[in-house]
């Protein structure tokens, strides 16, 4: 039986840029909106899902959003 490759939902880059949107949130550094504009970001899955929002615009290994 020949071995299956894991194939990974999200890429590393993925990961760390969540990472970083989560330290930011911690920190009060992270805005939601255009340019900021929507204020401090307290929820934490608000922060990850701006964390994978900016891996998608850096071109990061992750799946296309659900349409609502």
């Known amino acids: 039986m ?3 490759k894991s194939s990974r939902k999200y890429g590393k880059a993925a990961g760390k840029t969540v990472a970083s949107a989560m330290r930011r949130k911690k920190k009060g550094t992270l805005l939601s909106g255009k ?6 970001v307290k929820s934490r899955k608000q ?12 071109g990061a290994k992750v799946p296309k959003k659900k349409a609502a």
Do not use: F, Q, V
């Open 2 to 4: 020949p071995s299956k």
């Open 35 to 40: 340019g900021g504009k929507g204020g401090k």
């Open 47 to 58: 922060a990850i899902a701006i964390g994978l929002s900016e891996a998608r615009k850096k």
